[in-house]
């Protein structure tokens, strides 16, 4: 069984629309919770960083964590085509973190 | 300017060569990671280090070496290319309970 699950898509949307990004995980030991964004060629970004349960919110990026469903998510408001790129869900534990567990990553794209 | 760094970013090779893939970080970050990264896939863990003269296998069965004598440089090398090794490599660091900081990735290429 996978640590970290994801719903590659590809996920087309328009400009201004509201976008949900998913993730289930497997272990419940799982404390820390990111999201990284990747541009075509380009190594991934550390986007949101959420450590234990809650939500946690940056601009238009809110990350939700759900501990009881094993479920975290991202939303994106009014959604931009600078957007557009693929956005890779990770979990990682223990008390100084080290290694991270990835989901396949889901391709947004949000067009004009 | 804190980053980390890989060379080269695209490499073009004939099987059975050696390779080494470079990743060097100026964070000061003691633990570090390479991944591979087909398209639509989950990375792949493939060797990490927590420190200097500290190297553990990842996940994925590789008959990639690497090696830390330095804090900020954590080298790959693949002894003999197979068109199998094709793919993105990717290099990462981090801090203590921080999230990575990643390379822009060297895309290799086995002809």
């Known amino acids: 069984q996978k640590e970290v699950e994801q719903d590659p898509g590809p996920l087309s949307v328009p400009e201004g629309a509201i976008v949900s990004l998913n993730c289930t995980y497997s272990?419940?030991?799982?404390?820390?919770f990111m999201w990284y964004r990747q541009y075509s060629r380009k190594g991934p970004e550390l986007l949101m960083y959420?450590?234990?349960?809650g939500n946690k919110e940056d601009g238009r990026f809110t990350a939700q964590v759900d501990k009881s469903s094993k479920y975290i998510s991202l939303f994106i408001r009014d959604s931009q085509p600078s957007d557009s790129a693929t956005y890779l869900c990770?979990?990682?534990?223990?008390?100084?973190?080290?290694?991270?567990?990835f989901g396949r990553g889901t391709q947004l794209t949000v067009w004009p | 300017e804190a980053d980390i760094y890989q060379t080269p970013r695209y490499l073009v090779i004939g099987t059975g060569k050696k390779i080494t893939l470079e990743c060097s970080q100026t964070?000061?970050?003691?633990?570090m990671y390479w991944y591979q990264q087909d398209p639509g896939m989950e990375l792949h863990l493939i060797h990490y280090s927590y420190g200097v003269n500290s190297t553990e296998k990842g996940d994925l069965s590789s008959e990639s070496t690497v090696s830390r004598i330095r804090t900020e440089h954590f080298p790959l090398t693949l002894e003999s290319a197979r068109p199998s090794h094709t793919s993105q490599y990717l290099c990462?660091?981090?801090?203590?309970?921080?999230?990575?900081?990643f390379g822009s990735g060297t895309r290799l290429t086995v002809v």
């Open positions: 959420t450590y234990s349960s």
């Open positions: 990462a660091s981090s801090d203590l309970g921080m999230g990575y900081t």
């Open positions: 964070m000061g970050h003691d633990k």
């Open positions: 990770a979990i990682g534990r223990g008390s100084t973190l080290g290694r991270l567990y």
């Open positions: 272990n419940s030991a799982f404390q820390y």
